[in-house]
T-cell receptor, first 115, second 111 residues
Framework: AQSVTQLGSHVSVSEGALVLLRCNYSSSVPPYLFWYVQYPNQGLQLLLKYTSAATLVKGINGFEAEFKKSETSFHLTKPSAHMSDAAEYFC?????????????FGQGTILTVHP | DAGVTQSPTHLIKTRGQQVTLRCSPKSGHDTVSWYQQALGQGPQFIFQYYEEEERQRGNFPDRFSGHQFPNYSSELNVNALLLGDSALYLCASIGQGYEQYFGPGTRLTVT
């Protein structure tokens, strides 16, 4: 079975500050890992994905994440927060055993950005 | 290029009733997954359809059923609605590179 733990249900940063959202996963097989963003009353938008290529993955809107197998982590970072980054962020894992694996999501982290 | 579309946007039903939600995948995508997102929670996988067959299923009761049509669109049916079925229901279509593209969701309220 796979699982995802997102440390911190709420993260608050100032505009221009570093954003760090933490994600740890558990998987008995090599994982694919994803970060999604959800704005209020909207669906999920893919920020970035790790599918066993480069361990440092760059996504949209200046976000990036690093896959660390030894730490079973896939933390999301952005050097400088913008007001428009305020949203809920979800980390998700699927297995590499099938081409269309189901996604297992974490509980989400709400990011607040202060002026 | 149209993305994933879902209908209706919002729905209010009474306990015990039945509901059907609809999803049209992104052009060229033949696989559809359904997720339930309760308030304040991450999405939970319900099931996945490919070639008009249910390929995978999550831990949801048989009250939840689905269908996929030859044009790859899909329906989610929920029978005997419970208050706990109130949630945002998300449809995702799956393309190359293991990416799942999500629709805007259907907000179901059961009273």
């Amino acid at each position: 079975a796979q699982s995802v733990t997102q440390l911190g249900s709420h993260v608050s940063v100032s505009e221009g500050a570093l954003v760090l959202l933490r994600c740890n996963y558990s998987s008995s097989v090599p994982p694919y890992l994803f970060w999604y963003v959800q704005y209020p009353n909207q669906g999920l938008q893919l920020l970035l994905k790790y599918t066993s290529a480069a361990t440092l993955v760059k996504g949209i809107n200046g976000f990036e994440a690093e896959f660390k197998k030894s730490e079973t982590s896939f933390h999301l970072t952005k050097p400088s927060a913008h007001m428009s980054d305020a949203a809920e962020y979800f980390c998700a894992v699927s297995d590499q055993g099938t081409s269309y694996g189901k996604l297992t999501f974490g509980q989400g982290t709400i990011l607040t950005v202060h002026p | 290029d149209a993305g994933v579309t879902q209908s209706p946007t919002h729905l209010i039903k009474t306990r015990g009733q039945q509901v059907t939600l609809r999803c049209s995948p992104k052009s060229g995508h033949d696989t559809v997954s359904w997720y339930q997102q309760a308030l304040g929670q991450g999405p939970q996988f319900i099931f996945q359809y490919y070639e008009e067959e249910e390929r995978q299923r999550g831990n949801f009761p048989d009250r939840f059923s689905g269908h996929q049509f030859p044009n790859y669109s899909s329906e989610l049916n929920v029978n005997a609605l419970l208050l706990g079925d109130s949630a945002l229901y998300l449809c995702a279509s799956i393309g190359q590179g293991y990416e799942q593209y999500f629709g805007p969701g259907t907000r179901l309220t059961v009273t």
